[in-house]
């Protein structure tokens, strides 16, 4: 079946450390993102890649890496420089217009 | 700054009923909005896209209008089911198209009671 898998789906991060979030996705999308949810609140766009080896900081970049060696994954790195990571973490794709989304990792800080 | 607000942030109505979210925006100038819903724990599946030069669009029991003018989109779900709760948000992109030039509501929730 053609989609975006996200791992894990849990993800616990100890103080100091730096955690990946995977995404990965086969429907052929040039371009992908990463969206940050908060309870309550709206998404929040982190980074986001229209090709390989090329992206863009989104709105909120800051504590985060990402890299974009092939078309099909997106990882995301959360650095210790991100003091507040709690957060539900999408990954999308798009195909022209509409978005495409990975049923999320929720991360906690241990 | 765009801003995009929905309201109500939550509801709760019986089955069968008709039932009305709406989303606004503050900058008219938008290039098309679209709707989402999300289930707890997961991730967004998008239910309606609607260009800017269009007025509403419908899928099943689904009509979504447009506004553009006075900033304002309304999301009309008929004869409701349990299976329709979920939040639903609103997304509105001010650019060619590129989901880099989305800026998402808040989000309803919503919740049918059998």
């Known amino acids: 079946d053609g989609g975006i898998t996200q791992s894990p789906k849990y993800l616990f991060r100890k103080e100091g450390q730096n955690v990946t979030l995977s995404c990965e996705q086969n429907?052929?999308?040039?371009?992908m993102y990463w969206y940050r949810q908060d309870p309550g609140q709206g998404l929040r766009l982190i980074y986001y890649s229209q090709i390989v080896n090329d992206f863009q900081k989104g709105d909120i970049a800051e504590g985060y890496s990402v890299s974009r060696e092939k078309k099909e994954s997106f990882p995301l790195t959360v650095t210790s420089a991100q003091k507040n990571p709690t957060a539900f973490y999408l990954c999308a794709s798009s195909s022209a217009e509409k978005l495409f989304f990975g049923s999320g990792t929720q991360l906690s800080v241990l | 700054k765009q801003e995009v607000t929905q309201i109500p942030a939550a509801l709760s109505v019986p089955e069968g009923e008709n039932l009305v979210l709406n989303c606004s925006f503050t900058d008219s100038a938008i290039y098309n909005l679209q709707w989402f819903r999300q289930d707890p724990g997961k991730g967004l599946t998008s239910l309606l896209l609607i260009q800017s030069s269009q007025r509403e669009q419908t899928s099943g029991r689904l009509n979504a209008s447009l506004d553009k003018s006075s900033g304002r989109s309304t999301l009309y779900i008929a004869a409701s089911q349990p299976g329709d709760s979920a939040t639903y948000l609103c997304?509105?992109?001010?650019?060619?198209?590129?989901?880099?030039?989305?800026?998402f509501g808040k989000g309803t929730h919503l919740i049918i009671q059998p």
């Open positions: 997304a509105v992109s001010h650019s060619g198209g590129g989901a880099d030039g989305l800026t």
């Open positions: 429907l052929n999308h040039d371009a």
